[in-house]
Each structure stands twice: as structure tokens, then as C-alpha cells.
């Protein structure tokens, strides 16, 4: 299998004036391969969000680098990091502040299929047909981002990362605040859109249930760094570190 995503000693410091720097991840280096469910779990502050923001461009690494099917994309700007977008897609725990208010949901997912050339028409079939598939009704087109409930944007915003087919989605905590049933359903029609397209995910989460139930590989963090990796059951059941297993019995 070819990988899709690597990182390669990826730091990130947060200076601070009044005291000690905050030295958020350290030395973070895995690789996801394509089509392939990798989850990063770790208590609260560990440093799962830091290492998805800076793979999704939101946050300049101090250190490392980030390499996206082999390709070193780290310092990628302007049309390179657009480019990077149509690959790389990521949904975050907070949809309602990744939709622009001022527009209807229908817009936001169809924005990026306008610029990646499709014409009006076929970005608002197209539209329909992805709220469809993450269980929405065509009328969620036109409704604004603060017209619909949590889950229900937050199926928008999974329906506007699959628009231009990444290989590559990053779910922060992006199923977390969903009920079960919903949930279920989203996990559902990702693991499917795995299977058809064989799209790749790296999925942070608390659910550690959740990430033996969903996932092929688990990476696990804590004060920045991974501390053990491997396959979700057997870390599940029989953790090498003691910080696992406490991090485990703590959730179990
Ligand atoms: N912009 C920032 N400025 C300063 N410190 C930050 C910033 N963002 C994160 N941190 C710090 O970096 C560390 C890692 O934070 P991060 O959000 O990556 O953790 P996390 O594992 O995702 O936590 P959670 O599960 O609570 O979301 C924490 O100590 C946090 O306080």
C-alpha cells in the first residue's frame, strides 16, 4: 500500500512571555497509508489538535516536516497549497465557525466545487447528492449555518470535505458531539466512502471504543510525544506503557 501522509519530527513551541515556552508536540513522526484509518488519542492537552492543524496548514510547524504522498508540503503556499487542499481535507469539532454565516450551507459546500470548475448546475446537484449521502435533505441547502442543529452542521461540514473527493480527510473530534444513531451513520458512510474511494483518515478522537471499533492503527500521545503505536485492539488489550493503560482504564 502507498503512504498518503508522513510527518517526519514535527515540533511545535507556543512561546511565552511570562514564563516557560509550551513545548506543544515533539518529535512526531508516523506515516498513514492510503485508505487507511490511523486514530491519535491522549488526555486533554496532549497534543492531538496541534499536530492535525499543522498537517492542515492552519499552524506553521517549528520543526519537522509534513509530507503528502511523498511530497514535501511543508512550506507549500499559494497554487501548491491549494493543490494540497483537493487531496487534504480536514472537519474540525466546531463546524458552525467553518461556516462563513453570512452564506447558506448549500454555498459553502458548493464553493469548492465552483472553483475547482464545475458550473452552477452540476455544484448544485452534486451538493444535494453529498447532503444526501450524510443523511440531510436537499431543503439543508438553503438553510444558514445557524438554522441548523450541531450534528446537522457538523454533516455539512463532513459533506463539504468530501466535495472534491480528498484522499485524505482529518477528523478532529468531528463525530464527538453527534448522538449515537448519527453517529453511527457518519462512521457508516465513512467507512464506505473508504471502501469506494479508498480515502484515507486521520481521526482524533476521546472515544477510545470508538477508535478500536473504527480504525487500523492507533497512534498514542501524551506531553507532545507518541509514546506507543499499533494496531487498536492489541494496544487496547494489552498496552506496553503505563500511561496507556491508565489513559485506557480512565475511558473503559
Ligand atoms: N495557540 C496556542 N498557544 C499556546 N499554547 C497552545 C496553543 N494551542 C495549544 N496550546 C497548548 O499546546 C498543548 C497541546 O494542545 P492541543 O490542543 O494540541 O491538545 P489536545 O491533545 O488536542 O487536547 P484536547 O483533547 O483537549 O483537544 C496544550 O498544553 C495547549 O494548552
Redesign the pocket.
Known amino acids: 500500500m502507498d503512504t498518503i501522509l508522513q510527518t517526519a519530527h514535527l515540533k511545535?513551541v507556543?512561546p511565552?512571555k511570562d514564563g516557560e515556552d509550551?513545548v506543544?508536540?515533539d518529535d512526531v513522526t508516523f506515516s498513514l497509508k492510503k485508505g487507511e484509518k490511523l486514530a491519535i488519542i491522549?488526555?486533554?492537552?496532549?497534543?492531538?489538535?496541534?499536530?492535525?492543524?499543522m498537517i492542515a496548514h492552519l499552524?506553521e510547524p517549528t520543526a519537522g516536516k509534513v509530507m503528502l504522498a511523498g511530497e514535501d508540503i511543508t512550506n507549500a503556499g499559494g497554487a501548491k497549497l491549494k493543490e494540497v487542499y483537493t487531496r487534504m481535507q480536514m472537519v474540525f469539532?466546531n463546524p458552525v465557525d467553518s461556516f462563513d454565516p453570512r452564506c447558506t450551507l448549500g454555498d459553502g459546500i458548493s464553493e469548492s466545487l465552483l472553483n475547482h470548475g464545475k458550473s452552477k448546475r452540476q455544484a448544485a446537484e452534486m451538493t444535494k447528492n453529498l447532503l444526501a449521502l450524510c443523511g440531510l435533505g436537499e431543503e439543508f441547502a438553503q438553510r444558514y449555518p445557524h438554522e441548523v442543529s450541531g450534528g446537522q452542521c457538523q454533516r455539512a461540514a463532513i459533506a463539504r470535505a468530501l466535495a472534491i473527493e480528498p484522499e485524505l480527510v482529518i477528523l478532529?473530534?468531528a463525530t464527538s458531539a453527534l448522538d449515537v444513531t448519527v453517529q453511527a451513520e457518519v462512521l457508516d458512510l465513512l467507512n464506505r466512502l473508504q471502501e469506494d474511494r479508498g480515502i484515507a483518515y486521520l481521526f482524533?478522537c476521546?472515544d477510545i471504543a470508538l477508535v478500536q471499533d473504527f480504525c487500523d492503527q492507533v497512534i498514542v500521545?501524551h506531553e507532545?510525544k507518541i509514546v506507543e503505536e499499533g494496531i487498536p485492539d492489541e494496544i487496547i488489550n494489552n498496552p506496553q506503557q503505563a500511561y496507556t493503560k491508565k489513559l485506557i482504564d480512565s475511558v473503559l
Request: cysteine-free; overall charge positive.
Open positions: 511545535k507556543f511565552r509550551i506543544a508536540v491522549g488526555e486533554s492537552g496532549s497534543g492531538k489538535t496541534t499536530v492535525a492543524r499552524l469539532q478532529d473530534e482524533i476521546h500521545m507532545g
